[in-house]
């Protein structure tokens, strides 16, 4: 029976040859944002081999799944350019950079940056299997990008979320030790005992919660902490 036409390529990193039909191959659509129109000629030449990517034109990019951006480093003007196109376009960046830069790292992610190479680095294989991690929902970032991360996530619980009594993962301090005290067993009377509270202001707390997070219960509370690494 017939399937359709075949293409033979060969996966990244494997050296293995295998036949993709035309009719189950889900190209990729990407866009690239570039300062010049050689950086934008490299990054067709990465998805060159790539019968399952495809380049578009500029004025397409609203349409793209994944956004390509290249550029020096990460700076105050690229996180502006960052949140310009997420105004027109929904879909997953990735980075090609020279050097980390001096921008917030933290903002990108939450402007849509899901990856990330060094342009000194990048090789077709590599930037193909990139592509299509961030495309599958997945996120993959230097090792010099991440130990950045790590520490401006510290730095804004130290200085910001600290001093006002709330975590990183969005509960207030008393909430989490709320928890932790339910987690261990203590009723709401052992609980305010414990933390020099009335039993009505446990409640609140309690109740302001699990609101707040959709939780029907203590158990649920205490299961929702677990399950997010917060006690």
């Not at 090609?96 to 939450?110: F, H, R, V």
């Not at 052992?190 to 029907?216: H, Q």
């Amino acid at each position: 029976m017939s399937v359709g036409p075949q293409t033979t390529r060969t996966w990244p990193g494997s050296g293995r040859p295998a036949v993709v039909t035309e009719r189950h191959l889900r190209r990729i659509k990407i866009a690239v944002e570039a300062v010049d129109v050689f950086s934008r000629a490299g990054v067709a030449g990465l998805i060159g081999p790539s019968p399952d990517i495809q380049l578009l034109p500029t004025p397409q990019l609203p349409q793209a799944d994944v956004v390509v951006i290249v550029a020096p480093r990460l700076s105050g003007r690229a996180l502006r350019r960052l949140r310009g196109l997420r105004e027109v376009c929904k879909a997953p960046f990735v980075l090609i950079l020279d050097n980390l830069g001096d921008g917030d790292w933290l903002a990108a992610a939450e402007v849509g940056v899901a990856g990330a190479m060094w342009r000194s680095e990048v090789t077709p294989d590599q930037f193909t299997e990139l592509i299509r991690t961030v495309m599958s929902g997945g996120s993959s970032l230097p090792p010099e990008v991440q130990g950045r991360l790590l520490k401006d996530v510290a730095h804004l619980q130290q200085t910001v979320l600290g001093p006002r009594g709330l975590t990183a993962s969005g509960l207030e301090t008393r909430e989490v030790d709320v928890l932790r005290l339910i987690a261990e067993g203590l009723d709401t009377a052992e609980i305010a005992d414990r933390m020099k509270y009335s039993e009505r202001t446990v409640k609140n707390i309690l109740y302001a919660m699990m609101t707040r997070l959709n939780l029907r219960n203590r158990s649920h509370a205490v299961a929702y902490a677990m399950r997010s690494g917060i006690i």
